[in-house]
């Protein structure tokens, strides 16, 4: 008999041991089936010993033994592990959050759908001519699946509308049958030519990291916006997909994987190459899941989730736009896409590359101290596109038409009157921030949150932001009964009004999440917005990043400042990022780009540092003002959160795990204090901050802490965030 130690998806930092015969060929990695309590789960072998320190008696034996995939590797096993240790996570959340749905269920995987079909040996022998000339579809498929071997059922789709009938006519005939395989797509030789040749910054960049090929580095791509950072990381794949390898691409956010899929696509029109990202079904997921575990996928482009893809050929990791918050998981398993990439590079023996216009100041940092090698590509790739230029326009002083200042409004009609496209960039969505009582100063509050109610006019209804909470608008003030209610501030909406009053003829386009919760809404706007069809478009941050959008010659930011004088030490960071990445969209083609930036402070630095598009300055800056603060690059963060629906309770538990906590460990524990969101969705958050000088240090008292925390029970809801963004 020998003993698993099985991982399970229970919120309990330890392995739970269950017996097999000597006989069943188990490997660590696989999925098994247990009963736990009364119920039944899935867990994956984490370690096989052939002794257990429960009592025979006590030892059950494990139910089934799951052959629908194969087990996981030994390579992602490591890496689940080192993140489990990293973020002092129990290690059965980790392993079975990392696996697609369908696998974390108490049954095999059912093959609903055959993977695809493929010729039989009476379909191999024939020949299209054999085929009446008018069958084109069937001539088409027959060839198709010549040329392919096997075909998946939606690509046979594709081939024609009535190729699905053909398909049915030769599984008839006995030509076609169901496949188990996807074809391993034929490696084509990597197309050269027609590419335009690269610019020496990016020529350089590439032979570099080609250099570097076999072995772990760390490379930061620090290239301005448009500079082609992009075609860099194409150039390198190509190197990777000629020598059988594959490469794992992550970018932040959902919305830029179908561009840069096409982008990829039309480059490696041969190579299987799958996405993963929350917005695919399960089965979708699962499918492309296995084909990079099967080694057929050879790009695997996607999300931070897509970082524990299992790729047994892995000799590439790309991280585009890496300073991006949206690479750090902001609940369960906190865990950093970027920070983990790296740590998997290294595992693998690949070398890693982080790009970005505004790297992380600890990516920047750490090149500045040789852990990372910095290649930089300091122009736009396109000759004739200049960087935009940017201006300030001093709010302080300026009359403003609802929000908007006379400069801002002139230069959007003169791109009107050229014919060209602007631009208008407002963090928030909805029509206003708030509803105000201008009598008594009431305003709208989320009972469940500290936040405010935003209003959408046009649903008549105030909305929060943080949990979805929504009420009518108020006919009449709750507090003093004034009937003068009014919204106050800016939001998406009310520029869209404000703009339409003062340009009738403009085509103006809102996009923010609420104009495009359908589907297919965001692709067909960003589609209307590349043909021209749009003259303003008004947009959140979901425009700012990635989109290269040709006619586009104006960016106007109509209220930046609320970062500036923020309690986060990482806000100016962000919003430094942030408009730099919209100034990014003017001008990226021949046309001359210009930014406006309506502020309170054009003097402040972080104004000043984008007017001569000076991230270096400006990560100087900071870099010194972190210095001497003590913060992060210069010591090593991790909360002890806790919330609970009294504030107190939270705060008790935090100043027990105060008293528990391990001594002899050079690190510092502040006292607990409320979140700077103290309340969301009607919990009372607190948190507990620790900092040390060294990583390891901290990584200890971690490690000895999180026992006592696991210990200590209570009603509270509690987690460890290493490396926290939010606070
Ligand atoms: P980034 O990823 O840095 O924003 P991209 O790779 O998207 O930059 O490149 C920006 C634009 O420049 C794209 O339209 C791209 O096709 C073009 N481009 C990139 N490299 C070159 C080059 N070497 N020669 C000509 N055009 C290029
Ligand atoms: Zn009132
Ligand atoms: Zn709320």
Known sequence: ????????????????????????????????????????????????????????????????????????????????????????????????????????????????????????????????????????????????????????????????????????????????????????????PVKTDGLPPLTPPQEQAVTAILSGQDHFQVWLLYGITGSGKTEVYLRVIAQVLQRGGQALVLVPEINLTPQLESRFRARFPDTCQVSLHSRLSAGERLRNWSLAQSGKAKIVLGTRLALFTPMPKLKLIVVDEEHDGSFKQQDGLRYSARDMAIARGKQAGTPVILGSATPALETWYNASIGRYQKLELPARAIAEAALPAIHCIDISRAKLVDGLSDSLIDALRVRLERGEQSLVFINRRGYAPVMRCG????????????????????????????????????????????????????????????????????????????????????????????????????????????????????????????ALYSSDFRASERLFAQLMQVAGRAGRDTLPGEVLIQTQFPTHPLFQALIRHDYPGFAETL??????????????????????PQVETALAFLRKAQGVAPRDFDVSLFDPVPAQMARLAGMERAHLLVQATSRGALQAFLSAWNKSLFSMGGNVRWSLDVDPLEF
């Open 439 to 562: 009598q008594c100063g009431w305003v709208s509050t989320c009972h469940r949150c500290s936040s405010r109610l935003v209003v959408h006019l046009r649903e008549k209804r105030l909305r929060c932001h943080h949990c979805g909470h929504e009420s009518r608008i108020p006919p009449t003030c709750p507090d003093c009964g004034n009937a003068d209610l009014a919204p106050l501030g800016q939001g998406t909406q009310r520029l869209e009004d404000t703009l339409g009053n003062l340009f009738p003829a403009a085509r103006i386009l809102r996009v923010d999440r609420d104009s495009t919760r359908r589907k297919q809404a965001l692709p067909e706007m960003l589609e209307r917005i590349h043909a021209a069809e749009v003259d303003i478009v008004i947009g959140t941050q979901l425009l700012a990043k990635g989109h290269d959008f040709k006619k586009l010659t104006l960016v106007g930011v109509v209220n930046a400042d609320g």
């Open 623 to 644: 870099l010194t003002e972190r210095k001497q603060a003590e913060f992060p690059p210069f010591c090593h963060q991790a909360l002890l959160r806790a919330e609970a």
């Open 1 to 188: 008999m020998k003993i698993l130690r099985v991982a399970l998806d229970v919120p309990l930092d330890t392995l739970f041991d269950y017996s097999a015969a000597d006989q069943d060929n188990i490997a660590i990695g696989d999925r098994v089936l247990v009963s736990f309590g009364r119920r039944q789960m899935v867990g994956v072998v984490a370690e096989i010993s052939d002794h257990s320190d429960l009592s025979p008696g006590r030892i059950k034996p494990v139910l089934q033994v799951f052959r629908d995939t194969p087990p996981l590797s030994e390579e992602i096993f490591h890496l689940l592990r080192f993140c489990a240790d990293y973020y002092h996570h129990p290690l059965g959340e980790v392993v079975l959050n990392a696996l697609p749905v369908p696998l974390r269920q108490t049954k095999p995987v059912a093959r609903t759908n055959p993977t695809g079909y493929r010729l039989t040996e009476a379909g191999l022998a024939l020949e299209a001519d054999a085929l009446p000339t008018r069958a084109i579809v069937k001539r088409k498929l027959l060839q198709s699946l010549k040329q392919a071997g096997t075909l998946a059922r939606n690509d046979i789709a594709g081939l024609s509308p009535s190729a699905l009938q053909a398909l049915r006519e030769f599984i008839a005939q006995g030509w076609a049958a169901e496949s188990d395989e996807i074809a391993e797509p034929v490696l084509a």
